[in-house]
């Protein structure tokens, strides 16, 4: 039981291993081999002294794997927002060909009433039409705004990116 206590009380000494693997663009860190140029830190755990490591390898790493961590960040969410604006141009091409088809095939067919002398259907077609133009307004106006805060989100993270190289 003696020996149990003592053993407990000596200071165990501990290392650790960090792999770091690069590319073209990216650094990463990994606690095992993390691809074919994998370079291996020996790191000691450090002992803490009022909260604050004492290893100052320690802390420069912890400092190149936050900075590491979050440029991967900011260039996946570039990312996202350029999709998310692609999306909402492609979505808007759509509506608008799909709206824009609807009025053509409303003015041709209106066109033949109005050759047949039927007020009533011209009436109702002209109203049809009127109501498409509507959506095609609010589609129009939509994806302006839309477009607007997405190109806003995107410059914002191209910014706090452009602050991290």
């Known amino acids: 039981m003696k020996i149990l206590i003592l053993l407990l009380c000596l200071p165990l000494s501990a290392t650790g ?9 990216n650094t990463v860190f990994s606690d095992s081999p993390c691809g074919k140029n994998a370079e291996l830190i020996e790191v000691e755990v450090p002992e803490r002294n009022n909260m604050q490591l004492s290893n100052q390898k320690i802390g420069k790493l912890a400092d190149e794997l936050h900075t590491t961590r979050r440029k991967r960040e900011l260039n ?34 209106k066109q033949r009433y109005k050759r047949k002398y039927a007020p009533l259907q011209e009436s109702r077609l002209k109203d049809k039409a009127k109501d498409i133009r509507e959506k095609l307004a609010d589609a129009r106006r939509k994806y302006h705004s839309d477009e607007a805060a997405a190109k806003a989100a995107l410059n914002e993270s191209i910014r706090q990116k452009a602050q991290f190289e």
């Open 17 to 25: 291993q960090i792999f770091k693997c690069s590319d073209k663009d």
């Open 76 to 109: 996946n969410r570039v990312t996202r927002e350029r999709h998310h604006l692609e999306k909402i141009n492609k979505n808007y091409q759509a509506t608008q060909d799909k709206l824009q088809e609807e009025l053509n095939k409303v003015n041709a067919e």
